[in-house]
Each structure stands twice: as C-alpha cells, then as structure tokens.
C-alpha cells in the first residue's frame, strides 16, 4: 500500500558531500514525521535525524552542525543533506515515515525504505 524509496547514496571522500532523498507514495492520507536512520556493520540502527510535519527537526548529536533534514510535503519526499562526511558515517541509511492511510486516517504506522549505501573513505 506505501512505499518509501531512497536515492542518493554512494562513495565519497570525507570532507564531500551527498544529499539523500526518499519519496513516499501509495494510498498515503497522512504523514506525521519522517527521519532517516543508519545502521553500521555490526551497530544497532540509529536514529540520525527527524522532521515533523511543521518542519521542527532532531539530530544526533554526531551530525549536528553538518546534517540538515527538510521535507517537501506536497511530494510526500525528504532529504537528508550531509555535508562533511566522515569515515564514521559510513552506513546503509534507511528513510522512516509515520503515515496514516486513506480509509485509515486514524491509525499511524511505521513504513521504512529500503536502505541506502553510504561509503566515506578516509
């Protein structure tokens, strides 16, 4: 019924940037918030950063000063910008949405991507 599709992923040198995306769709009535986690090889996945639908965000504090979140509600998509990547932040990044669908809308229920493969090199 939902979908959450990443792109953006990829190899970098630390220092560079890469901005991720996710776009959500389906029978979609609803998004409350939206946020993107990460998992690294043998590391419980991590919240990195939220959004709400208002636009307030929440960080880790590891990305803090170098990660921005925003969202384009109108096309149900998020972005995750990172600037100044470092070697530690190499994971697969998973995109999440609260969503409420239509013939649902009172009910709330997690929807996550697929994942995406983020590589710094040192």
């Known amino acids: 019924q939902v979908q959450l599709v990443e792109s953006g992923g990829g190899l970098v040198q630390a220092g560079e940037s890469l901005r991720l995306s996710c776009v959500a769709s389906?029978?979609?009535?609803?998004?409350?918030?939206m946020g993107w986690y990460r998992q690294a090889p043998g590391k419980q996945r991590e919240l990195v950063a939220s959004?709400?639908?208002?636009?307030?965000?929440n960080y880790v504090d590891s990305v803090k000063g170098r990660f921005t979140i925003s969202r384009d509600n109108a096309k149900n998509t998020v972005y995750l910008q990172m600037n100044s990547l470092k070697p530690e932040d190499t994971a697969v990044y998973y995109c999440n949405a609260d969503i409420r669908l239509r013939g649902s809308a009172w009910r709330a229920t997690d929807y996550w991507g697929q994942g995406t493969q983020v590589t710094v090199s040192s």
């Open positions: 389906g029978s979609i009535f609803s998004i409350n918030s």
């Open positions: 959004i709400i639908t208002g636009g307030t965000a």
